[in-house]
Nanobody
């Protein structure tokens, strides 16, 4: 069992930056791949980024590539999402999730956090 708690969301102007954190509790965090997803009002939850257990391999949705960076610190049981050059269309609730392998598919993820709101003003 893994419990996930996101933090770091807020209101930011377009072009600004935010760093989201996701703290994990429970056993074996370092054996899980981690992912970030987001859900805007009226839209389906979509993949943002994923990282493997060691942090050595990451992949991104095309919409955030070169602007967002996913990383993890297994000693702190935490995964991060550094977001820069933010756009109004990045506005959403951001969720972190844990899976047995890196994936862009929601159904691969077994554990989810409660989400943190990110709002980007124009």
């Amino acid at each position: 069992q893994v419990q996930l708690v996101e933090s770091g969301g807020g209101l930011v102007q377009a072009g600004g930056s935010l760093r989201l954190s996701c703290a994990a509790s429970g056993r074996s965090f370092s054996t899980y791949a981690m992912g970030w997803f987001r859900q805007a009002p009226g839209k389906e939850r979509e993949f943002v980024a994923t990282i493997n257990w060691s942090g050595g391999r990451a992949s991104y949705a095309d919409s955030v590539k070169d602007r967002f960076t996913i990383s993890r610190d297994n000693a702190k049981n935490t995964v991060y999402l550094q977001m820069s050059s933010l756009k109004p269309e990045d506005t959403a609730v951001y969720y972190c999730a844990a899976a047995r392998a890196p994936s862009g598919r929601r159904d691969w993820y077994d554990y989810w956090g409660q989400g943190t709101q990110v709002t980007v003003s124009s």
